[in-house]
């Protein structure tokens, strides 16, 4: 699970990130309001956790921001107010749970993992686009029109599971290299080339009219041509 972490204490950022590493997960942190923003706006996070007081845009203010870009994400507000006006502006701004500081880590680990459960349930589905579904607990593909399927790998299944999500938008290369190797990979950006090649040879095997079309000098979006 992939954490989005905006806080500008930097020893505060400094043991989240330790804690939530030890834990498994993978954060990516940032001590900036405009610059978390611009970083959810990627989508490629399951959770954000947003500080309040922020340097160039406040912690509600990034959480109104984002809902109003259709970002749904479950956001945890991390607030040093215990006033409940405090706490209702966080929660109005679009946040699905705050905490206030000072917190112990075993609610903060407590609390992720509720908002990680509602991910999974939302998640947990499968996912259709065009002649295609994903089964979303077995990596499989299956072509509607003809009930012809395939087991995808692990990188496939992420790269189509990512452009079904976005419903046929454009994604570029650095986005689904982001969304599938993470931040600090030193995969190059010709390894998406190659696995988006596998996986629209599995698209054919099943005979769907789905496709992953390149866009020149941009990436990918996914087209279900007309029968």
């Not at 599938?180 to 030193?186: C, K, L, T, V, Y």
């Not at 696995?195 to 979006?221: H, M, Q």
Request: hydrophobic residues 40%.
């Amino acid at each position: 699970m992939r954490i989005l972490l905006v806080e500008d204490e930097k020893r505060m950022a400094q043991a989240l990130c330790e804690i939530l590493r030890l834990e498994k997960y993978e954060v990516d942190h940032y001590a900036d309001g405009l610059e978390g923003l611009a970083a959810m706006e990627s989508n490629i996070y399951d959770i954000a956790v947003l500080d309040v007081m922020l340097p160039g845009m406040n912690g509600y203010e990034i959480a109104k921001k984002a809902r109003s870009k259709g970002i749904a994400i479950p956001i945890l507000m991390l607030t040093a107010k215990a006033e409940l006006d405090d706490k209702v502006a966080g929660l109005d701004s679009g946040a699905d749970d705050y905490l206030t500081k000072p917190f112990m880590t075993k609610e903060l680990l407590a609390r992720l993992r509720a908002l990680g459960r509602r991910t999974f349930c939302t998640a947990f589905r499968n996912l259709s686009f065009g002649d295609i579904t994903l089964d979303t607990g077995t990596f499989t593909l299956t072509c509607i029109t003809n009930g012809q399927s395939i087991r995808l790998s692990e990188k496939e299944y992420r790269i189509l599971e990512y452009l079904v999500a976005n419903g046929g938008k454009i994604l570029q290369r650095e986005q689904l290299a982001v969304k599938i190797w993470g931040f600090e990979s030193d995969a190059e950006y010709n390894n998406v080339e190659v696995y988006v090649s596998f996986t629209r040879r599995k698209l054919a095997f099943v005979g769907a009219n789905t496709e992953i079309k390149a866009v020149r000098g941009v990436g990918y979006e996914l087209r279900c041509s007309s029968v």
